[in-house]
């Protein structure tokens, strides 16, 4: 039996397997420049955050329908149950679709769809954070907002993703003022590629309730003093920080350390499909390269459902 967790990084662009684009590229008549899933899976080479979400931007193309959407998000969560994630707060891209044509409305109806299902079909509660852009301009963020704002009850939170570098979280400022006006709860990416000062600026401009990522925290101890003392959690992801080469080599992750020094940590996917593994992947992928004890994969597991956005009696279901 795998340990119970909660996943809190997710996109769930990031779930689409090359079995499924394929399939979904036939029947929305969509045409891929890859012969065959093998020579897709061929070009799960990345060097950076970039040229991944080169790729990640470009496959997303087979998504049109609400029934795309439904079918995408069954997948993941059927995959999730399986690994033993019994609630998942689901990152979604809507500039990524509304780019390409594909209403805002379509997205979170189609991805509704496979949540209203969720609980009774795979055992697993389920939230919604928007994300927005960072790469886009704060303009296009805020438009977003008031797209969705026919479909707020759908939505916990927002967050904020994409190219990292260049695009501070404080390009965000009124966005976020926006959607905390709105009661939705924040989150955003940093120190995923970015320096320790884009996780002082998501805490302290956004008012982040959670860093995604904030791997490079380590290189900052004020800042590291700060997330044990405010016991803020960090989302990590460490087998996308290898295939991305934030680290070279999962032994070299700074996750070990972070528990060792008090920080909040979760053990999360990200984009499962492009990385070589779901969430009990990388929690049995850290456990053998960092040689992590019994106890601390339950912390772990702990801290995934603490850091939730559950309500206190329905977080401590899960454990
Ligand atoms: C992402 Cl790994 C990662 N980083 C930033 N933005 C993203 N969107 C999807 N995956
Ligand atoms: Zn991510």
């Known amino acids: 039996m795998p340990l119970p967790k909660a996943e809190l990084h997710l996109h769930i662009e990031g779930t689409l397997e090359p079995e499924l684009a394929f399939a979904l590229a036939a029947r929305n008549g969509v045409e891929l420049p890859y012969a065959d899933t093998e020579e ?14 080169d790729l990640y931007y470009e496959l997303m193309a087979v998504l049109r329908t609400e029934q795309d959407f439904e079918e995408l998000t069954d997948a993941y969560l059927e995959r999730a149950a399986a690994q033993g994630v019994r609630h998942a707060e689901i990152f979604f891209d809507p500039q990524a679709h509304m780019a390409r044509g594909v209403g805002i409305g379509t997205v979170i109806e189609g991805l509704g769809r496979a949540l209203d299902r969720s609980e009774e079909r795979h055992g697993v509660s389920t939230q919604l954070i928007m ?9 296009s963020a805020m438009e977003t907002l008031e797209a969705a704002k026919p479909y707020l009850n759908r939505i916990v939170g927002v967050g904020l993703d994409s190219a990292e570098v260049g695009h501070p979280p404080v390009k965000f400022r009124e966005v976020y003022e926006a959607a905390a006006a709105l009661g939705l709860r924040r989150v955003a990416h940093a120190g995923e590629e970015g320096p320790p000062a884009y996780i002082w600026e998501a805490l302290d401009v956004l008012g982040v309730e ?8 380590m290189e900052d101890q004020e800042l590291v003093e700060r997330l044990v003392r405010e016991r803020v959690p960090l989302t990590l992801c460490p087998l996308s920080n290898v295939r991305l080469r934030a680290v070279d080599v999962l032994e070299q992750h700074p996750l070990g350390r972070m528990l060792d020094a008090g920080l909040m940590c979760t053990v999360n996917s990200d984009d499962p ?3 070589g593994g779901y969430v009990g992947d990388n929690f049995h992928a850290v456990r053998d390269a960092l040689g992590l004890e019994l106890e601390q994969m339950r912390v772990l597991a702990r801290n995934s459902f603490e850091a939730a956005f559950l309500e206190h009696d329905e977080g401590r279901r899960g454990r």
Do not use: I, M, T
Not at 40 to 53: C, H, I, V
Not at 131 to 138: G, M, N
């Open 210 to 217: 959670r860093v995604d990522h904030g791997l490079r925290a």
């Open 40 to 53: 897709l899976r061929k070009a799960y080479q990345f060097s950076d955050l970039q040229s991944f979400l």
């Open 131 to 139: 994300c927005f852009l960072r790469d886009q301009s704060a303009e």
């Open 273 to 275: 499909a492009y990385f």
